[in-house]
């Protein structure tokens, strides 16, 4: 059964996630992405399932809205949702919104079975209107090794995308589950509510180690020539001998020296 990956947009450079990078690489024969404005009645009609992603408050408004379209248009279409922002507030987007499903925390398994279309309640971590499964898969530092980069199910990005887009994907952030930043002033920021991530993982954030930073990015350059890379922790990451064909945009978002950034 073929999913249609549906990505809320006000176009602005940060409005997706990094994991769409690497979220369907091995099943980008069974997905497609596009964005909410793209969305027509035949598209809607074309598939049965869809995910939609919510990762920013900003987006949703025109969450609301695709939602309503796909039921107007395909009443019997099963939504999951996902995203920074849903995971925060999923309980209330499940009482304003026609949504079926949410998956809790760490979705790379999850969202493969989902697309392989095993049953929802048989899906680890996933919640549904009427169940709750335990959080029974977490991510761990030693899965980086086994993700990969595949954008070829969502042409609407490289369609779109502007020259001077600061975030770019492939997208790489150090810290998964939460931000390891160590520095004040974060409390507007989602990735520092570590009490609510924590519960939401079921872990606590984890830290990617300078190896597996190094064959990201090894991986990245295989197939894309550019990319962003967000520092999230401080920045010990050894870089002497390596080089990367990338032309990448860098954000440090850490206590960092002048040294370190060299």
């Not at 952030?173 to 931000?179: E, P």
Request: glycine residues 6%; hydrophobic residues 40%.
């Amino acid at each position: 059964m073929k999913t249609l990956v549906v990505i809320p947009t006000l176009l602005l450079d940060c409005s997706f996630s990094a994991p769409l990078a690497w979220m369907f690489a091995k099943h980008a024969d069974k997905v497609k992405g596009a964005y909410g404005f793209e969305l027509t009645r035949d598209m809607v009609l074309e598939y049965e399932q869809f995910i939609l992603e919510l990762n920013w408050f900003v987006e949703l408004h025109e969450f609301g809205l695709i939602v309503d379209f796909i039921r107007k248009n395909n009443p019997s279409a099963k939504i999951p949702f996902g995203g920074m922002y849903a995971g925060i507030c999923y309980r209330d987007i499940f009482q304003r919104y026609s949504v079926d499903y949410f998956i809790l925390g760490d979705n790379e398994l999850p969202l493969r079975m989902f697309v392989e279309s095993v049953s929802p309640r048989k899906i680890p971590n996933c919640v549904g209107r009427e169940f709750a499964n335990p959080i029974s898969y977490t991510f761990t530092e030693e899965q980086y090794g086994d993700l990969d980069f595949d954008l070829s199910w969502f042409p609407s990005y490289f369609k779109y995308r502007r020259p001077n887009d600061l975030f770019l994907l492939p997208h790489i952030i150090t810290t998964k589950g939460g931000c390891n930043a160590v520095h004040d002033g974060c409390d507007y920021c989602m990735g520092s509510k570590y009490d609510v991530l924590r519960g939401l993982y079921n872990r606590p954030p984890i830290t990617m180690t300078n190896s597996s930073l190094m064959r990201l990015l090894d991986r990245a350059q295989q197939k894309f020539n550019e990319a962003s890379l967000y520092l999230t922790r401080a920045a010990d990451y050894d870089f002497s001998g390596r080089r990367f064909e990338l032309d990448m945009t860098i954000e440090v978002d850490s206590q960092t020296s002048f040294d370190q950034i060299a």
